[in-house]
């Protein structure tokens, strides 16, 4: 194995061309869906890989508790630096663990004090008006989901506006784009290099929804005017939540929605550029996936080797 089985710690760095790439050429559907289960897997493919060097390097070490068996010579001599790989495993897996049960728990909480302020708060159609003079508007998933809005956004926008944003919202409801934004956000918890595809999944659910309230309006400048109106107006959505003047940058969701349609579909017209980031996500995501399983597959064969399974 040798330093390449530090190979799933690191190719996450190719997170951030393969993001700007998708961003561009893909439509933000598939930019989104292809985003997030690339994060995914780089994640759990380095967690996985600290979890073995954890293993594999402090085994045997003085009053660690598992048994020496599982850190065989043969196995240690494999990896450069296993006592010191070890021991910085340790504290990495810890803070992993650590970081993404906050996250875990911050979005848990928020989503139940926004339910706790919507008891009582009719919702016809689905759509949730509350009586708050500070504008902003957010999609709060459940059975059922809910568009919620302030009468302080509503008030400031006209009626064609209005059909944008609850469009926009009920696109992020039937998405699940709550989903794919925790599931990035966690893959980035795992590892910081992925905090580009944490930023460019919160940013293609965003165009995903523009582009489904567009569709739905029939009118790409109206969405483009209502998404410019709502950000210069808008507060910041508790966190976890997709907001209709969400993250992303918004000149850029407004230039968007004022140019032609994206084409649908996973492959775009203009393929080349594309075609080289999909195989650097593809390959580097293979090899981070080959790696893990490798050393995974190293360590339990020696265990069952020299240890009673």
């Not at 500070?134 to 059922?144: D, F, H, K, M, Q």
């Not at 934004?181 to 795992?190: D, E, G, V």
């Not at 910041?236 to 032609?260: K, T, Y």
């Not at 579909?265 to 893990?292: D, R």
Request: glycine share 6%; hydrophobic share 55%.
């Amino acid at each position: 194995m040798g330093v390449f089985v530090f190979l799933p710690l690191v190719l996450p760095l190719t997170a951030l061309p393969i993001a700007r790439l998708a961003e561009r050429h893909l439509h933000p559907r598939a930019a989104t869906r292809l985003l997030t289960a690339v994060g995914a897997v780089l994640a759990l493919c380095s967690t996985l890989c600290l979890a073995l060097l954890m293993v594999v390097g402090t085994a045997q070490l003085p009053g660690n508790p598992l048994p020496d068996s599982w850190s065989d010579p043969e196995v240690r001599a494999a990896v450069p630096w296993d006592e010191v790989a070890g021991k910085a495993a340790i504290v990495a897996l810890a803070a992993v663990v650590v970081s993404c049960a906050v996250t875990v728990r911050r979005h848990v909480r928020v989503r139940s004090r926004a339910r706790r302020a919507l008891r009582g708060v009719p919702a016809p159609s689905g759509v949730a008006v509350l009586p708050d003079p500070t504008p902003y508007a957010y999609a709060l998933p459940g059975s059922p989901g809910r568009v919620v809005v302030s009468r302080g956004l509503l008030d400031r926008l006209d009626g064609g506006e209005r059909r944008a944003l609850i469009a926009h919202e009920r696109t992020h409801l039937a998405a699940r784009h709550h989903r794919l934004l925790l599931i990035s956000q966690l893959s980035a918890r795992a590892n910081p290099f992925l905090l580009p595809l944490r930023s460019a999944v919160a940013f293609g659910a965003e165009r995903w929804a523009d582009e489904g309230a567009a569709q739905e309006v029939g009118d790409r400048r109206l969405t483009a005017r209502a998404v410019a109106k709502a950000a210069l107006v808008s507060r910041a959505a508790a966190p976890g939540l997709a907001a209709f003047a969400g993250p992303g940058p918004v000149p850029r969701r407004v230039a968007a929605l004022l140019g032609p349609v994206p084409a649908a579909g996973l492959w775009p017209s203009a393929p080349a550029p594309v075609l080289l980031a999909t195989f650097v996500a593809a390959a580097g995501t293979a090899a981070s996936a080959l790696s893990s399983l490798n050393a995974a597959v190293a360590l339990v064969a020696t265990l069952r080797a020299v240890t009673p399974l």
